[in-house]
């Protein structure tokens, strides 16, 4: 039943907070504006390709948010020489 797998959603988001972790409440999020959550759900439970993409849509900019002020530790792949790429990445030519 939605109401078990809501008090279950709860929970999760519950102890993600008591661990100090972010939480994507997709549970919350599908209820929202009491619209019809089954179309993301291909069997009830898995997500359908519309529940990827609704799952997408929330998740990547909390990844952005997360990984936006990381340092880059590796050349980007244009910059890698095809003949010896172990040159560019460990730093000893171009």
Same mark, same amino acid.
């Given at each position: 039943?939605?109401?078990?797998?809501?008090?279950?959603?709860?929970?999760?988001?519950?102890?993600?907070?008591?661990?100090?972790?972010?939480?994507?409440?997709?549970?919350?999020?599908?209820?929202?504006?009491?619209?019809?959550? /089954? /179309?993301?759900?291909?069997?009830?439970? #898995?997500?359908?390709?519309? @529940?990827?993409?609704?799952?997408? /849509? #929330?998740?990547? %900019?909390?990844?952005?948010?997360?990984? /936006?002020?990381?340092?880059?530790?590796?050349?980007?792949?244009?910059?890698?020489?095809?003949?010896? %790429?172990?040159?560019?990445?460990? @730093?000893? @030519?171009?």
């Amino acid at each position: 039943l939605n109401s078990v797998v809501g008090e279950y959603a709860g929970a999760c988001v519950q102890v993600a907070q008591d661990c100090g972790v972010d939480v994507l409440d997709l549970w919350t999020l599908m209820q929202k504006d009491t619209q019809d959550f /089954s /179309s993301y759900l291909s069997d009830g439970l #898995h997500l359908s390709p519309k @529940g990827n993409e609704f799952l997408f /849509s #929330h998740l990547w %900019p909390l990844i952005e948010k997360r990984v /936006s002020c990381l340092p880059l530790l590796l050349p980007y792949w244009r910059d890698i020489a095809e003949a010896r %790429p172990e040159r560019s990445l460990l @730093g000893d @030519g171009d």
